[in-house]
Structure formats: C-alpha cells, structure tokens
C-alpha cells in the first residue's frame, strides 16, 4: 500500500511529537536536583509521596528539605487526599445520598492516586488545578502582598509641612512690655 505525500507529511510530523514530548520528558528529569535529604531517587520518592496518600505526603514534606520537587509531591498529596479524606468523611455521615456520594469521591480519588502516582514515578511535575497552585505555595511560602503601584498624583514629590508656629512668649517677657 501506497502512502499519499499528505499522509506520510502527517505521520512523520506526530512522529517528531512524540519524539519531542519524549525529550522534553528526559529533559525535566535530568533538570530534577539529584540531591535530596531522603537519600532516595527523586522519581521513587515523589512516587512515595502518593502511596500512603497524606500521610506518607506530610512524612515527606516534613524529612525532604532540599529538593522541592519533592516536597511539591508531598504537598500536593496532602492537600488533594487530606481534602478527599475530609469530604469522604462528612459526606458519609448524610444517609443515603452522602454515602453514594463519599463512594465517587473514593473513586476519584484512587484514579488520582494512581494517576499522580505514575506521573511522579516518570519524572513529571503534575500539577492538579486547584491542589498544585496551593502545593506551591506551601513550598515557597507565602506570596508577597500585591502593591499597587503609586499613582501620577501621588508619585509626585509633596511638599513639605509648614514650619512650626514659634513657641507663646515666656512669663518675663509679658512682665516688660
């Protein structure tokens, strides 16, 4: 069979895609610091940070102190399986339909858990949409207060204040006048 120009032009170009994403993969694992308080390979202990869900996140996030692709891993497991904890937990205290619901929330939350499980293990900072934004955060501590910067008005150099009034004349000086 025969390949038209088209159809060979489109296979070799998701042929350089994939070859592409497969470089920049080896690329973000090779840019991964290697140096890490745990003396584990940083893709074995992102890995880590999932298996046990929270807790094995707050055991990482408490001992890693160099490496911060780790302790974003960690992070982001304590906050996405300790808020799916929390809403599986009082969901499941409303009859019937807290029940049916605290069991999807335990379903996506082992789709999750396998899910990032994998991706840490190849080496990939995934980051969830809500989870990975406060994950960051708590890796690199709060973030500065926005300041806006200062108007044409009040850029303008003031001026200064009036000098003070000179002090009411002393007692003897009265008496002479």
């Not at 994403?21 to 890995?47: C, F, H, M, S």
Request: glycine share 6%; with cysteine.
């Amino acid at each position: 069979m025969e390949l038209s120009p088209e159809e060979r032009q489109k296979i070799y170009e998701e042929e350089k895609a994939r070859m592409e994403a497969r470089e920049k993969l080896e690329q973000e694992k090779r840019r991964t610091p290697q140096d890490t308080t745990v003396n584990i390979e940083p893709n074995l202990a992102g890995l880590l940070c999932y298996v046990g869900a929270w807790i094995t996140g707050i055991i990482f996030f408490v001992l890693e102190q160099k490496n911060n692709w780790i302790r974003f891993h960690a992070a982001q497991s304590i906050v996405t399986f300790g808020a799916l904890f929390v809403a599986g937990m009082i969901l499941g205290w409303i009859p019937f339909i807290g029940q049916a619901f605290s069991a999807i929330i335990g379903v996506i939350g082992f789709i999750l858990w396998i899910l990032l499980m994998v991706k840490a293990y190849n080496g990939e900072r995934f980051k969830l949409a809500w989870a990975g934004d406060i994950a960051e955060r708590m890796i690199t501590g709060p973030i500065p207060e926005y300041r806006k910067p200062p108007t044409a008005s009040e850029s303008k150099e003031e001026t200064p204040p009036p000098p003070p009034p000179p002090p009411p004349p002393a007692d003897e000086d009265v008496k002479k006048n």
